[in-house]
């Protein structure tokens, strides 16, 4: 505290990490072409009868291509271990049918949250909203759907108001008879312009993404300091957006990458000791964990010294990558 100002410190946590994106269609093959083996799940030790988190987000994707039904059905019973509700960021390698397709079979106790990718123009909006009315008419995998996310940090990404409230009209009417909340998802600095109004007043729900490393709180304040101005920045968002509109559509920490910039140790240690913390801090808020996994098709992006690919909390095997699951249920 005695490094930064009140203010400052209250606008870091505005700042979002760069943008988590599908992949390229020109880089996938085809799940079913794909050759994988079946394995079985490393699950926590312990019997659970309570999800320590609320949420995580989940990228079906190998390093260079899709992930196959079966990966996403090991992935699933592994998440199903932690979370409760897992959040998609678009429609792409058929991972809506493979994801609700896994946790009916599999009788699995997590709800989905979808989105929609839009930066890729109309076209791609028509191709995921077809996507999207084929899982809806299908009453077992609409009753796992919660919400669906118009886009992810697009404002920031350079798309116009004018555009993004277009989008979010064009698929509350195309699905307005599935009676589903659709909004999207930004960062605080950018819905707390004047201009955003519009986006708030036309969004039946608002993700926020926070990313407290890229602005260097955890370095100068260590975990502690950055928990005690979540609190203040999640007032400040509800005096602005009501809570009921509000969920965190992203928070975390990553575990590797070179420290650049004083931006903060990177370690499982340190990712844990914030996952722990922040699930504890953020009680009954509807949040996700930013992230299940390692993000393997970010593998060769070096920005922010190649911190993206490492935000997941599971390893390999399924298991935290530190702590226990034990720790997790305690505040």
């Not at 920005?303 to 226990?324: F, H, M, P, R």
Request: hydrophobic fraction near 35%; aromatic fraction near 8%.
């Amino acid at each position: 505290m005695r490094l930064l100002s009140y203010i400052t410190l209250l606008s870091c946590f505005y700042l979002s990490l760069p943008q988590q994106q599908p992949m390229e269609t020109n880089q996938l093959v085809q799940a079913g072409q794909l050759n994988s083996e079946t394995s079985t799940v490393s699950t926590p030790s312990m019997a659970m009868t309570q999800s320590p988190l609320n949420g995580i987000t989940y990228s079906p994707y190998l390093s260079d291509s899709c992930a196959p039904y079966e990966k996403v059905v090991k992935d699933l019973k592994t998440i199903s271990q932690y979370a409760k509700e897992i959040r998609l960021y678009s429609t792409d390698c058929n991972q809506l049918e493979n994801v609700l397709k896994a946790i009916t079979e599999q009788k699995l106790n997590i709800k989905v949250m979808l989105g929609i990718w839009t930066r890729d123009g109309l076209e791609r909006i028509d191709s995921e909203l077809k996507e999207i009315e084929k899982v809806l008419n299908n009453s077992e995998y609409r009753s796992k759907i919660t919400r669906i996310s118009v886009g992810n940090e697009d404002l920031t990404n350079g798309i116009s108001v004018a555009a993004l409230n277009q989008n979010i009209s064009l698929v509350k009417k195309s699905l307005k008879k599935f009676n589903i909340p659709i909004g999207t998802v930004e960062i605080g600095e950018k819905l707390s312009e004047s201009e955003s109004k519009s986006i708030i007043d036309n969004s039946d729900f608002l993700g926020v993404n926070i990313h407290p490393y890229f602005k260097l709180l955890s370095a100068i304040g260590g975990i502690d300091l950055t928990l005690d101005y979540l609190d203040t920045y999640l007032d400040n968002l509800t005096n602005l957006i009501p809570r009921s509109k509000l969920i965190i559509s992203e928070i975390g920490l990553p575990s590797a990458g070179e420290t650049i910039q004083n931006y903060g140790e990177t370690s499982p240690e340190v990712q844990f000791e914030f996952l722990q913390k922040a699930a504890c801090k953020l009680g009954d808020w509807n949040y996700f964990t930013f992230e299940a996994f390692d993000a393997l098709f970010k593998q060769n992006d070096n920005s922010y010294g190649g911190v993206e690919q490492n935000y997941g909390i599971l390893n390999e095997e399924g298991n935290l990558k530190a702590g226990t699951i034990e720790r997790l249920l305690k505040c």
